[in-house]
């Protein structure tokens, strides 16, 4: 059974800093990764989506990287700034399904 | 290209009722999965319906159930409302059709939030 794990569950930075929030997962037989961020009360905006094949994906200031073997991924927020505040949640996928498991995410906030 | 979108966005019930989601999928998509969001067990996977079919089910009773219609829109249904029934449930959508690279990418609706008292 998959189990998702992130650290840290809180991170409180000033703007400007570059941080790395960390997903870790137990089994490794994952077809693609996928980054999310959730405002409060609010759905999931998807972020970066990493194939198992790949080793990262950039979009703008986030970098998600992914090493399959080790059953972690990363994503790399350059130079925040406070419309960053958020909670991030990251989701392997087991297969060609739609079936994504969570990890509790870790909630952001970025003061100005 | 509009978003998914669910309605309705706030629902309050009383316990042992019925409730009926609907989701409408991005034009095009025809994998639609639900997930219920809670402050205790956060994201959990429901099931997932493509082409009017299950595909995936999740760890979940009976009292849930769903299904998916020829234009891709989705309703999912719970019966006998609980108050654990309380929390945000989130649709997503995807092209879902295996070997095509992004295939799988889902993207989220708002979220009907349920309230059961």
């Known amino acids: 059974k998959q189990e998702v794990t992130q650290i840290p569950a809180a991170l409180s930075v000033p703007e400007g800093e570059n941080l790395v929030l960390n997903c870790s997962f137990t089994?490794?037989?994952?077809?693609?990764l996928q980054w999310f961020r959730q405002d409060p009360g609010k759905g999931l905006t998807s972020l970066l989506l990493?194939?198992?094949?790949?080793r990262e994906q950039t979009s703008g200031r986030l970098n998600a990287s992914l090493d399959k073997s080790s059953g972690r991924s990363t994503l790399y927020i350059a130079a925040s700034q406070p419309g960053d505040s958020a909670t991030y949640l990251c989701?392997?996928?087991?297969?060609?399904?739609?079936?994504?498991?969570f990890g509790q995410g870790t909630t952001l906030q970025v003061k100005p | 290209k509009a978003g998914v979108t669910q309605t309705p966005r706030y629902l309050i019930k009383t316990r042992g009722q019925q409730v009926t989601l609907s989701c409408s999928p991005i034009?095009?998509?025809?994998?639609v999965s639900w997930y219920q969001q809670t402050p205790g067990q956060g994201l959990q996977f429901l099931f997932e319906y493509f082409s009017e079919t299950q595909r995936n089910k999740g760890n979940f009773p009976g009292r849930f159930s769903g299904r998916q219609f020829s234009n891709s829109r989705s309703e999912m249904n719970v019966s006998t409302l609980e108050l654990g029934d309380s929390a945000l449930y989130l649709c997503?959508?995807?092209?879902?059709?295996?070997?095509?690279?992004?295939?799988?990418?889902?993207?989220f609706g708002p979220g009907t939030r349920l309230t059961v008292t």
């Open positions: 089994d490794s037989a994952i077809y693609n």
């Open positions: 990493i194939q198992s094949s790949q």
């Open positions: 989701a392997p996928r087991a297969g060609n399904t739609g079936k994504l498991i």
């Open positions: 997503a959508s995807s092209l879902g059709l295996a070997g095509a690279i992004y295939s799988f990418e889902q993207y």
């Open positions: 034009s095009g998509h025809r994998s």
